[in-house]
C-alpha cells in the first residue's frame, strides 16, 4: 500500500487531497474541509491561526492538484510491478525530501550555508527535475537569487562565501529547469526595477560562475521570446538597461586569463539582444562595437573563438547609423583609429579554414565580414582605403577560390569591383 507523502495531506482532514486550494495566508487546504470551516464561524487560518482577511477567495492550487494526479498516475502502473511498494515508497519519500528542502530555502530562519547544502542534494538528483518544476522551484529560485541580493550587502566575511555557492547553484538549477517543459512565465520578474538592479550588481561583482551564467540567463530570455509570448518585452527591458550592457562590454573587453569562457558567453548574450532591432542602437551607444572588435583582434586564432559570431552581430549593429561611425572610429593598441576594418578584413578569410568543407559557423563569418566592409565601404572613401591597406584584395581572392557559398562569393565580387575603382583611381593619381 502506497504511504502518502506528507506534502499531499489536508491539514484539516489529514486526508489525501481531493481539490486543493491556497487561502491568502498561503496555505493550502481541501475545499471542503477549509469551507466547513469557515461556516463553523472560524474566521483563522487553522494552522498559523493568523486572521483570514479575506475568506471567500480561495485560488485552486493546479500545481499540486497536478503533482498529485501524477503520483497516483505512478502507483497504479506500479501495482502489478514487484517492488512497487518500495518504488511507491521512494517516489513519496522524494517528494517529502523536496517539499522539506524547499522549506529550507524559503525560510529566513536558515543560514545560505543550509541554503547551498539543501541545493546542493537538489543537483545531486537530475532524476527528480520535474518534481521541482511541480513544487515551484523555478519561480521560488528566480525569487531568492535576484532578491536577496541588497540582504547580501551586509552579510559577514564568513556568510559571504555560502551566498556566492548558493547563487552560483541556483543559477544552474534555474538554467537545468526553464527548458524542461518551456515555462518561461518565471523570468518576467526580471522587469521588476528591483529585481533588475540585482541582476546588474551580480553582473558587475559576482564570480566567473555568476557571470557566465547571467550571460546564459539572457540567451535563455532571447529563446524564450522567440517562441512564446509569455515573456514578451523582457529582451528588450534588458537590452535597454545601460548597467547590464556596460558590464556585458566590460566582460568582452576585459577577461581575465581564467576568464575567456566569461568573455565567450558574453558575446553569445550580445548576440541573443542583438536580435532583437530595438535593442541595437542601446548596443551600439554602450560600446559594444569597439567591444567586439576588440574581441575579433584578440580571439580570432584562438580554437573555439567566437570570432564569427562578433562577426554577425557587428553586421547587425550597422544597421544603425552610429554603428557605422563606431566601427570606424574604434581604437588600435596605439590608439589610431581603423582597428574595426581591419578586424572585419582578417575575417573574410583564413588559410586554416580553406580545408573546411563543412565548417558553416566560419564561412557565414565570412559573408558576414564582406557584407560589413560593403555596408561601410559603400559610403566610406577611408573605409575603402583602410580596407585596401589591410590586404582585403588578396583575402577576398582567396575566398573566393574556397568552398565558401555562392552568395559569399557573390558579395566578395561586389566588394572587389567596388574597392578596385578605388585601387585603379588611386594608380592613376599623379604623385606629388
Known amino acids: 500500500m502506497m504511504s502518502i507523502p506528507e506534502l499531499f495531506i489536508c491539514p484539516i482532514s489529514l486526508e489525501l487531497f481531493k481539490d486543493p486550494v491556497t487561502l491568502c495566508t498561503g496555505l493550502t487546504y481541501d475545499r471542503s474541509s477549509i469551507q466547513q470551516w469557515l461556516a463553523a464561524g472560524n474566521l483563522t487560518c487553522p494552522v498559523t491561526m493568523q486572521k483570514i482577511d479575506d475568506p471567500i477567495t480561495m485560488v485552486p492550487n493546479h500545481t499540486l492538484r497536478h503533482l498529485i494526479t501524477q503520483w497516483l498516475q505512478m502507483g497504479r502502473q506500479t501495482q502489478n510491478s514487484n517492488h512497487s511498494d518500495d518504488h511507491c515508497h521512494l517516489e513519496t519519500t522524494t517528494i517529502d525530501s523536496l517539499a522539506s528542502l524547499k522549506h529550507i530555502l524559503e525560510s529566513r530562519e536558515f543560514a545560505f550555508e543550509n541554503k547551498v547544502r539543501a541545493l546542493e542534494k537538489i543537483s545531486s538528483s537530475p532524476s527528480t527535475n520535474y518534481l521541482l518544476l511541480q513544487l515551484g522551484y523555478l519561480p521560488l529560485l528566480l525569487k531568492l537569487v535576484f532578491g536577496l541580493v541588497p540582504e547580501a550587502r551586509v552579510l559577514l566575511i564568513s556568510e559571504e562565501y555560502y551566498y556566492i555557492k548558493f547563487v552560483e547553484l541556483a543559477l544552474s538549477c534555474v538554467l537545468i529547469l526553464l527548458p524542461l517543459r518551456g515555462e518561461f512565465e518565471p523570468l518576467n520578474i526580471l522587469k521588476e526595477e528591483s529585481k ?237
Request: aromatic share 2%; proline share 1%.
Open 196 to 432: 533588475l538592479s540585482s541582476f546588474e550588481v551580480l553582473l558587475a561583482g559576482g564570480s566567473a560562475s555568476i557571470r557566465i551564467n547571467l550571460c546564459r540567463l539572457i540567451e535563455a530570455v532571447s529563446a524564450s521570446e522567440s517562441s512564446s509570448s509569455s515573456t514578451k518585452g523582457l529582451c528588450v527591458v534588458l537590452g535597454k538597461n545601460q548597467g547590464i550592457l556596460t558590464q556585458l562590454v566590460q566582460l568582452i573587453l576585459h577577461p581575465n586569463d581564467s576568464e575567456e569562457e566569461a568573455a565567450d558567453a558574453a558575446i553569445r548574450a550580445v548576440s541573443a539582444l542583438s536580435s532583437f532591432e530595438d535593442n541595437r542602437e542601446s548596443l551600439v551607444r554602450n560600446g559594444t562595437v569597439n567591444g567586439l572588435v576588440t574581441y575579433i583582434t584578440r580571439t580570432e586564432k584562438r580554437e573555439g573563438s567566437l570570432a564569427p559570431l562578433a562577426t554577425a552581430i557587428i553586421e547587425r549593429l550597422l544597421g544603425v547609423e552610429s554603428g557605422k561611425e563606431e566601427l570606424l572610429n574604434s581604437n588600435n593598441n596605439n590608439g589610431t583609429c581603423g582597428n574595426g576594418i581591419h578586424a572585419l578584413v582578417k575575417m573574410v578569410f583564413r588559410v586554416s579554414w580553406s580545408n573546411v568543407d563543412d565548417d558553416h559557423e566560419h564561412h557565414r563569418g565570412s559573408e558576414n565580414a564582406v557584407t560589413s566592409l560593403l555596408i561601410v565601404c559603400n559610403d566610406s572613401l577611408s573605409a575603402r582605403e583602410e580596407a585596401i591597406s589591410a590586404g582585403v584584395l588578396t583575402q577576398l581572392l582567396l575566398l573566393m577560390q574556397s568552398q565558401c557559398s555562392n552568395s559569399t562569393k557573390a558579395k566578395a565580387r561586389m566588394l572587389l569591383k567596388l574597392l578596385r575603382t578605388k585601387w585603379s583611381q588611386t594608380l592613376r593619381t599623379p604623385s606629388n
